[in-house]
């Protein structure tokens, strides 16, 4: 090859119109390194920026002078716009680019952080967080791109990384952002996440290649519609369950609605030439039997959240709480984050030795382990840092092997739409474990005084769901059959 060319850094590149091969090929050590930092910090940034909300939510109220469910859609309208983004993004990215349509994901990162910045009316800020919400997709285009563009033998540890930050964003930002709401504004929270946008967007723009396998094409405008509507009415009602009630007509009505828009999305799906998702690819039993298990991890990883911070939080009155603050809540979480990041490299190293599927088997498992440990032991709050520090290695091990089994078996021009709809799947088992853990731990309480908290049965019955749900996961893995698909 006789047309290479050689950038700012010294790295040497195949011509345009290489393959993925041969920029994979081209792609020495030190640039495969630094485009993974690239990538891994756009990853962290828009990870981060999901949970960032959560430690000054019960302030907001008072700030804002409006209701607790009102400032909710802070959070609702990026869950719900996010669901919809990350598998429109990753099929606009495999068919008109994967570093395109990251760019226009972090993006809206900077756009949604910017609004946020400068405002402080309910309705500005709705609209900030709902365009925050599509940056969601860099993430699975992240795997996608690194996935073609790295060479292979260094695409494992790539992928664990970048999948990690799902878990260590969020486990980061609680602490970050409860130390910054103590010593400003809670707009400052969003002027970090805007910094942090720009210098993502300017690095993939600068440093990360374009992965030249495009499938081209038509967009399915019906299906991305259906699809858009079926996950906003299921999202929706488990997002408003605290407020409307498993009962109320919203919620059921909005349910019975989901399923008759899957129904006629699955339908199109099957009669449109150039569709949204490629209904064949997505029953393979590989695909599916990976999906279900994110669900399940979803749901394990997200009642951590809700299960970890309100109960040290909790008075010592209750038999199991450590009145902790919550900054503390926060910084005992940590440690699990940061083990969800330690172990994503050891995570490569299993999945190559003993296979994605075995490899998600044992982060199920460890991840039962640690919930058992919550179940068990509740007299110091050491415990919960310990638990917390298991369930970080878990979840860090089954992210890595989720999109390499994702990989495994998708051709390399679905890749994007593939991985997006993986991370879809997490997020609904997150959506699952905020609806089904907020019921149970408000159906039974302790009256201190005037407030009501959970008892420790209602935390041990949401714990106990968290180690059958992992325990599923992992003999669901253990059924992945081991053929993969080649390009």
Known sequence: MTDQQTDAHGAVHPPAGATDAEIAAHTSPSRARLELMVVGFAALSVSLTQAMLIPVLSTLPATLDTSVGNVEWLLTSTLLVGAVAVPLFGRLGDMFGKRRMMLVAIAALVIG?????????????????????????TIPLGISLLSTTLPRERVGSAIAVISAMLGVGGALALPFASLIAEHADFHALFWVTAVGGVI??????????????????????IGAFLLSATLVSLLLPLAQTATWGWGSARVIGLLVLSLV???LFGWSQTRIRQPLVDLVALRRRPIVLTNVASILFGFALFASMIGTAGYVQAPEATGYGFGASILTSGLVMLPSGLMMLFFAPVAARLIRLRGAPQTLAIGALVVGFSWIVRIVFTDSIWWVVLG??????????????????????????????????NTLARSIGTSLASAVGGSILAAATIDLGGFEVPTLTSYRVLFGMCVAAAFIAAALALTIPKDRVEA
């Open 113 to 137: 952080s910017l609004i946020t910045c400068f405002t402080s009316n309910l309705e500005l800020l709705i609209v900030g967080r709902a365009i925050q919400g599509a940056s969601m997709a």
């Open 200 to 221: 993502a967007f300017v690095s993939v723009l600068v440093v990360v290649p374009e992965s030249p396998n495009r499938s081209g094409g038509r967009v399915d405008l």
């Open 261 to 263: 828009l899957l129904v």
């Open 388 to 421: 917390g520090v298991v369930l970080g290695i878990g979840i860090g091990v089954g992210y890595a092997a989720m999109p390499t089994l994702i990989n495994e078996h998708t051709p390399p021009h679905e890749l994007a739409a593939a991985n997006g709809l």
